[in-house]
């Protein structure tokens, strides 16, 4: 299944000064998706890692220590639901954005304690303002 993602109006410059070098990573298992998301998020300063699915994704958090994961909850190998699962087996907490086009997208960022969420397709100015909110280290909307 092709996913589409709008691409980003003019570069606009991020309000949060702070952003930048702060960690994210990608999890998705869309190629277009993926590629477009790290794009657009290491052009606004941040230092992306990707992964195609919760288990990549377990290594990267392991060897890069995100300050916010951007998650898609249905992938192979190991899903959204699992992936948040082994973090807190772990003892790892932080904070997470579902991104999915499922039509509950907020039924599943709450299911898994997400700190928020966008629906594919989404604007990326959305993306980032959640982005940028959360690697600043505030949870609130």
């Known amino acids: 299944m092709h996913r589409r993602v709008r691409r980003p109006g003019p570069r606009r410059l991020y309000p949060h000064p702070h952003v930048s070098g702060k960690s994210v990573l990608v999890v998705d298992d869309d190629p277009t998706i993926l590629a477009a998301v790290s794009e657009f998020l290491d052009i606004e300063g941040y230092r992306v890692a990707t992964a195609t699915n919760g288990a990549e994704a377990l290594d990267a958090v392991k060897q890069r220590h995100p300050a916010v994961v951007i998650l898609d909850m249905r992938m192979p190998v190991l899903d959204g639901w699992g992936f948040v699962r082994a973090l807190g087996d772990r003892g ?32 990326f100015d959305e993306l980032l303002d959640v982005v940028g909110r959360l690697a600043e280290g505030d949870p609130k909307p």
Not at 106 to 120: L, P, R
């Open 92 to 123: 790892i907490h932080l904070p997470i954005v579902v991104m999915t086009a499922a039509q509950d997208a907020s039924t599943w960022a709450d299911e898994i304690g997400a700190a928020g969420f966008v629906a594919k397709p989404f604007e």
